[in-house]
């Protein structure tokens, strides 16, 4: 039989979903005793918020003297949470043995962590451990911006059978300055939902932010992006936690996040918005179409150009015209109020685009290939 393809995926199946009631995953970063995690099981079901209670058991430190996680003895602590609070638990597994131990301890979903999903032969490992055990599994993005691997994890665990799969978004690895702990990179999960419409995509903000007082911005982008539902750190003392303190929120706290939240529909039956949205895409077709044209214009003057240098044997990078287009390029841009981030990165793909053009003239080829 042929594989299966991301394609396939059916959305993630939960109590709620019917009703396109957004998917929340609480709990804390680390189970860290019994008592801590069945009151923080009990406080955030009082929330009637939450639909699955998440807890890390096995910790992927970055440094060695850091908590590691309580290991095994956790196991039955999350199943008495669970019978506590009535809401089904999940837990990171990073390798075959983890897998086997929460499919003995009866854990009801399983995620694999940023630091797992970079490494094929791991989730391989994972896979195999999985096989024949419809149990979901959620994958997080690898720490770094890749969306194929993402996409591999997302394979590899779909070809050992499990049907119940969802992506969640945590944010990348960087380098250089940003007030986030992984940088959102909104275009890599928003590639992922392009390319495989149905898979679930669950935002995690309190490892994007790694502080509190981002979580609630970035949980509304993930709604105002289609996204279908959000993991977040919560503790009773959050500021006493073992692992990611600034980032977890009390119970309450979450409850009180999520309550602010403007939930949006991917669609409204609504006729009058129905014909409002329908006549501004218009316009906004009209101007594309435009641009479009504008475009082909400049790039047969660049054509133009590339032959006039060329006659003239004179270089196609021009350093002081190409800071003169950046300067007052910008300077208009910003008359308008379009970023200096867009159109410098727009003059940056006309450039590049405008010395291709000049290349393929100079060298006389007729290729318009790459
Ligand atoms: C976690 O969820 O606590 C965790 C370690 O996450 P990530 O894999 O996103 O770093
Ligand atoms: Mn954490």
Known sequence: MANPSLNDITPFNYPG??????????????????????????????????????????KPRTRPDAFEGV????????????????LPVMTEVANAKQVELCLNHGIDALWIGARTTVNPFTVQEIADAVRGVDIPVFIKNPVNPDLALWLGALERIQ???ITQIAAIH??????????????????????LRTAYPNIS???????ICGRRD?????????????????MIESHINPDAALSDAAQQITPEALDALIEAIEVRQMRSDDMTFAHQLQSLRSRIDKVDEEIIHLL??????????????KEESVTIFQIDRWKEILESRTLLAEQVGLSKEFITKYLEQLHKESIRTQTRVMNNTQSKAK
């Open 71 to 86: 290991g095994e003895k956790g196991l039955p602590w999350m199943i008495k949470a669970r019978e506590a609070s009535g």
């Open 17 to 58: 979903s019917k009703d396109n009631q957004p998917l929340l995953i609480s709990g804390p970063c680390s189970v860290e005793s019994e008592a801590q995690y069945v009151e923080t099981a009990l406080r955030l079901a009082k929330t009637g918020k939450v639909h699955w209670l998440r807890g890390g058991i096995w």
């Open 214 to 230: 981002l979580l609630q911005n970035v949980a509304q982008k993930a709604m105002d992006l289609g996204f279908n539902g959000w």
């Open 201 to 207: 995509l669950i935002c995690d903000p309190s490892h």
């Open 159 to 161: 070809r050992a059978g």
């Open 296 to 309: 082909g214009k400049r790039m047969h003057i660049t054509e133009e150009l590339g032959q006039f240098k």
């Open 170 to 191: 945590r944010g990348f690895s960087h380098v250089g300055d940003s007030i986030y702990r992984n940088k959102p990179m909104w275009e890599i999960p928003i590639a």
